[in-house]
């Protein structure tokens, strides 16, 4: 969490368009076309990405997103 909080220190999510749901037992697999603005200068971030859940009790209990990070330049 304090990985996320320090990105949203830097950065707004401006659109998040889930464009894929997959689940199986407890992890859910989201694939998202995603617009980011950097906070500093107004800097457009355009960029897919894959956010991994995994659910317990119907909380998330982990999270890890992927995204390719030179297209956010």
Avoid at 3 to 22: F, Q, S
Avoid at 57 to 64: H, Y
């Amino acid at each position: 969490m304090e990985n996320v909080g320090r990105i949203a220190e830097t950065y707004e999510l401006e659109h998040y368009r889930a464009k894929e749901m997959i689940a199986q037992d407890d992890l859910v697999a989201v694939h998202a076309d995603t617009l980011f603005i950097r906070r500093s200068d107004g800097h457009p971030m355009k960029t897919e990405k894959i956010d991994l859940f995994r659910m317990k009790d119907g909380r998330i209990v982990e999270f890890n997103e992927f995204f390719d990070t030179e297209a956010c330049r």
